[in-house]
């Protein structure tokens, strides 16, 4: 797997591997020729003690003396990424999935930048059983030395989950945000690690009234286009019409027929205006519960017992003020927003209350954090 020098025109593992040869590399080599070819390669640091076996790698860096006299915050030591002779390369983080390629038997010399972000240029070989893989950084070198590859993977309930940066119908762009993980779960770590539900409901990244051609839940310098975004996939159009007939709503099932002949960017504004109207509330609702329950069946993320302790608090005062609101006829949802566990990120946990509103014909929401 060489350097990938000429990009143009090529998918990302074909800047590495020819089409054939990447069909023939085992999947973890495939996943790590993917992330390379994207310029993706952020290892996780550790804090821990080192073992002895890590004390060796610290010792066979080649962070030089005069690297050492010119300090830069954006570089590294390398032996701050080795524990028990393993090294962890990020593969796919959201609120569903923490995943990461794992090298065994590891150790690590160069320079490595964490915060570089631009062209990565890279060279895989093997010397007996031994794998060498060199990154380059721009005018940085890091080299990792290991035997095997593996993916290690943790997965947890994203039924909960609720991010509120952009304002306008927030509950369709949580929906929006839950199926879009759901598909990179789905595509990235592949269907074995969806229950059937899930691998159904994935589908509904392709319905652009639904996804974030029309409800997007992330600001627009962070969205990733997909080529041709105004045009659904069958798959996505028969999943809503199945909802649709479970909700017995006729005029969304009239709708879906008429949307799968003339589907557009015209139409699907259109549609995506009718999902926050008071009359497809139920259709909107089994959806939502659907999606839910798939979600819930995977375990929430622990902290450790004292942080575990602070955040239900939070939980139980939200429920408490969600108790109330019902007591008044409002309905109303408790989600929480969650930093990662595996590699710690500077997200604070937070929980709130989305409170659901009618304003004439339309169904919205308003938002309040619980402090």
């Known amino acids: ?181 759901l598909r990179d779960k789905y595509e990235y770590l592949g269907p074995e690690y969806c229950t059937p539900e899930e691998q159904k409901l994935a589908h509904l990244a392709y319905f652009p009234p639904l996804n974030y051609c029309c409800y997007p839940a992330v600001p627009d310098q962070y969205i990733v286009p997909k080529d041709n975004p105004w045009q659904p996939s069958e798959e996505a159009i028969t999943v809503m019409e199945e909802f649709a007939e479970e909700a017995d709503d006729k005029s969304m099932i009239k709708l879906l027929k008429y949307y799968r002949k003339h589907h557009g960017m015209r139409m699907s504004r259109y549609i995506a205006v009718k999902l926050h109207q008071t009359k497809h509330v139920r259709f909107i609702e089994l959806l939502t519960e659907k999606l839910k329950q798939e979600a819930a069946n995977y375990p929430n993320r622990s902290f450790g017992k004292e942080a575990d302790e602070r955040h239900q608090k939070l939980i139980s005062q939200a429920k408490k003020e969600q108790a109330e609101l019902y007591q008044q006829g409002i309905k109303s949802e408790v989600l929480r927003e969650e930093p990662f566990v595996t590699a710690q990120d500077e997200l604070d946990y937070k929980v709130y209350l989305m409170i659901y509103k009618w304003q004439g014909k339309n169904r919205g929401v308003n938002v309040r954090r619980i402090n």
Do not use: C
């Open 1 to 181: 797997m060489d350097t990938g020098n000429n990009t143009a025109g090529k998918t990302a593992p074909e800047r590495y591997v020819s089409e054939k040869a990447f069909e023939e590399l085992p999947d973890t080599f495939q996943k790590l020729a993917e992330l390379l070819g994207e310029d993706q390669f952020e290892l996780v640091a550790v804090n821990d003690e080192k073992d002895p076996q890590d004390q060796k790698a610290a010792s066979e860096s080649a962070f030089s003396e005069e690297m050492a006299e010119k300090p830069d915050d954006n570089i590294y030591r390398v032996d701050s990424y080795v524990k028990n002779g393993e090294i962890r390369l990020v593969y796919l983080m959201n609120d569903a999935v923490e995943s990461f390629l794992v090298f065994e038997n590891a150790r690590m010399t160069g320079v490595y930048k964490p915060d570089y972000e631009g062209e990565i240029l890279a060279d895989l070989s093997r010397q007996g059983r031994e794998y060498i893989l060199v990154v380059h950084q721009d005018d940085s070198v890091v080299t990792l030395f290991f035997e095997t590859l593996s993916l290690e993977k943790h997965l947890y309930d994203y039924s909960r989950i609720g991010h509120f940066w952009v304002e306008g119908y927030e509950y369709l762009r949580q929906l929006e945000y839950r199926i879009a993980i």
